[in-house]
């Protein structure tokens, strides 16, 4: 498997993370004891984390 293939991976996996981190903040659920404002920033972190995963992955090539 090839590098960027799986950084890309990891940063994906990191970004759901960051995203059910936030959204769960964000409802106040798993008290998880942040405010509605500070909520924002892992959910934030966790897309942009998600969206470059995915690109990275989809960039890359396969090579045999």
């Known amino acids: ?3 960027k ?3 890309g ?3 994906t996996v990191l970004g ?3 995203i059910i981190i936030g ?9 998880i004891g942040l405010s509605k404002m500070n909520s ?3 959910f934030v972190v ?6 470059a995963g995915i690109n ?5 090539g396969d090579r045999a």
């Open 1 to 3: 498997m090839n590098q």
């Open 5 to 7: 293939r799986t950084f």
């Open 9 to 11: 991976t990891i940063l």
């Open 16 to 18: 759901i993370v960051g």
């Open 23 to 31: 959204a769960l903040a964000f409802l106040g659920v798993g008290g």
């Open 40 to 42: 924002i920033v892992p």
């Open 46 to 51: 966790g897309l942009i984390f998600f969206f």
């Open 56 to 60: 990275l992955v989809k960039a890359t």
